[in-house]
């Protein structure tokens, strides 16, 4: 199975700012990489597929990057409802694999 | 506006069954592929069960593989998991979702399902 690791596991950051969310597969998986966003007490939502593209509806203040077995997903100027925890998804191969998620918090 | 709602969740002795169900709505069921997945308390999501659009191809992870059985009925446009010896790491919240194939871009609002004695 492909590990995804995620990190780092938990963020502190205060409104306006910029945050980068990492995400390394155990092998290449050719940008089959989504990105979720879940709010508290709430079902995931998809924010990116293809490592880069943005989902319909998603704000553009979030963007994804990467290539082969490193992702990045960035959000910028970060606003209170971006309050969630954020999990990769890698869909390149089965089982489909999900990283152990980032909680992102408002300091 | 796309809508799925799980049902059939509850509480239940190791080794028995249960069958959850996913009524959609909002859009043409039968033009995508579903998928269950599920996320134990405090943890993270992990893919369980995806079905393509004629119901003629399964995939499953290995842990639930002879145990659990995805199917779906066009017609009801409804998805189903029928989940047997269920044993207590299978306690989670299951979520159904649609396949935008290969992603999940859509959710429903999930069901609980506890395995204990």
């Known amino acids: 199975d492909i590990q995804m690791t995620q990190s780092p596991a938990s963020l502190s950051a205060s409104l306006g700012e910029t945050v980068t969310i990492e995400c390394r597969a155990s092998?290449?998986?050719?940008?089959?990489l989504a990105w979720y966003q879940q709010k508290p007490g709430k079902s995931p939502q998809l924010l990116i597929y293809?490592?880069?593209s943005l989902h319909t509806g998603v704000p553009s203040r979030f963007s994804g990057s990467g290539s082969g077995t490193q992702y990045s997903l960035k959000i910028n100027s970060l606003q209170s409802e971006d309050v969630a925890s954020y999990f990769c998804q890698q869909y390149y191969d089965y089982p489909w694999t999900f990283g152990g998620g980032t909680k992102l918090e408002l300091k | 506006e796309v809508q799925l709602v799980e049902s059939g969740g509850g509480l239940v002795q190791p080794g028995r069954s249960l069958k959850l169900s996913c009524a959609a709505s909002g859009f043409t069921f039968s033009n995508y592929g579903m998928a269950w997945v599920c996320q134990a308390p405090t943890k993270g999501l992990e893919w369980v069960a995806s079905?393509?659009?004629?119901?003629?191809?399964?995939y499953y992870r290995d842990s639930v593989k002879g145990r659990f059985t995805i199917s779906r009925d066009n017609a009801k446009n409804t998805l189903y998991l029928q989940m047997d010896s269920l044993r207590s790491e299978d306690t989670a919240t299951y979520y159904c979702a649609r396949l935008d194939y290969p992603v999940f871009d859509y959710w429903g609002q999930g069901v609980m399902v506890t395995v204990s004695s």
């Open positions: 079905i393509s659009t004629g119901g003629g191809n399964t």
């Open positions: 092998e290449d998986i050719y940008n089959g």
């Open positions: 293809n490592a880069n």
